[in-house]
């Protein structure tokens, strides 16, 4: 089992770019979340997805972030522009009943 | 909202056993309390989870008193790569989000 796939690793990008983090979930598994992770806020929870629909994205900073779930091995997460207040490491999860499983991360630096 | 209390640090000697204590006063019937690691820089790791009775795995026990407001994360013979941040996390009865609070930071010293 290859575990919860996340790309790319790492990102840096310029003030105002538009930037688009991809997760590729556990095979069989209906949920995904995204979390996000900075020192000052620890890990957050941004938005949930159950069997692709998104069911909670009140933890979604604002209207510039954004996620999507075209189908059930594929989930985006897009920031549009980016802001030097968004870098941070973003985690995706999946689970198929309650254990949530983590992938690497995606460590996203915007100057 | 975190619904747990955790110490921030806590060492433990490698080769003993590392009790991580855990908070939850407020925790209702039908939520279950879980633990999960954080290794610098990688992703949070599934450890363990329980309802009611102490459970078991190859990597660690976990132990829930009788009024459930409080458990304790046992790694029974510490190695140094056991050194990671340790969350406990009490799952949302209604939905299956988790809320990691701050955690607590085990340094295991040789």
């Known amino acids: 089992d290859a575990g919860v796939i996340q790309s790319p690793r790492h990102e840096v990008t310029e003030m105002g770019q538009e930037v688009t983090l991809r997760c590729k979930p556990i095979?069989?598994?209906?949920?995904l979340f995204w979390y996000r992770q900075t020192m000052m806020r620890g890990l957050e929870l941004l938005i949930y997805?159950?069997?692709?629909?998104?069911?909670?994205d009140s933890g979604m900073p604002e209207d510039r972030f954004s996620a999507k779930m075209p189908n059930a091995s594929f989930s985006t997460l897009k920031i549009q522009p980016s802001e030097p207040r968004d870098s941070a490491v973003y985690f995706c999860?999946?689970?198929?009943?309650?254990?949530?499983?983590f992938g690497p991360g995606t460590r996203l630096t915007v100057l | 909202d975190a619904k747990t209390t955790q110490p921030p640090s806590m060492d433990c000697a490698e080769g003993r056993a590392a009790n991580l204590p855990c908070n939850h006063s407020?925790?209702?019937?039908?939520?279950?309390v879980y633990w999960y690691r954080q290794i610098h820089s990688q992703g949070p790791q599934y450890i363990i989870h329980?309802?009611?009775n102490n459970e078991t795995n190859e990597m660690a026990s976990l132990i829930i008193t009788e009024d459930r407001k409080s458990s304790t994360l046992i790694l029974p013979h510490a190695t140094l790569r056991d050194t990671a941040v340790y969350y406990c996390?009490?799952?949302?009865?209604?939905?299956?989000?988790?809320?990691f609070g701050t955690g607590t930071s085990l340094t295991v010293i040789p």
């Open positions: 329980g309802l009611k």
């Open positions: 095979s069989g598994h209906n949920s």
């Open positions: 996390i009490v799952r949302v009865a209604t939905g299956n989000q988790f809320y």
């Open positions: 997805f159950n069997n692709n629909v998104p069911i909670d």
């Open positions: 407020t925790i209702s019937g039908n939520e279950y």
């Open positions: 999860a999946s689970s198929q009943v309650d254990t949530q499983y």
